[in-house]
């Protein structure tokens, strides 16, 4: 069942990424290529993710986890940046 759901939800992710990213390069104002820019990477964690599903390997997990973490820790900067009147 694996073999079958993991290229497929792979292919989903691929196409989520491709929407976010477009989102980035054409956002109209900086809150909405932030936000973009955040679902970008939670996507990249779930393609990780699903690869080590797929393979049956942990080895990726500790990279998706500083991945994770340093993309809250960004939006979140980046929130309070905004926050504090930085260019909108």
């Known amino acids: 069942m694996i073999e079958i759901v ?10 989520a990424f491709g929407a976010s990213f477009v989102r980035v390069v054409i956002g109209p104002s900086l809150p909405d290529r932030v936000i973009a820019l955040d679902m970008a990477a939670t996507i990249v964690v779930a393609m990780i993710l699903t690869h080590c599903v797929q393979t049956n390997s ?3 997990i500790p990279a998706a ?5 340093l993309s809250f820790v960004g939006t ?3 929130a309070l940046y905004i926050r504090k009147g930085g260019a909108v």
């Open 58 to 60: 942990a080895y990726y």
């Open 65 to 69: 986890i500083s991945i994770a973490l």
């Open 6 to 15: 993991c290229p497929i939800v792979m292919l989903m992710l691929i196409v």
């Open 76 to 78: 979140v900067a980046l």
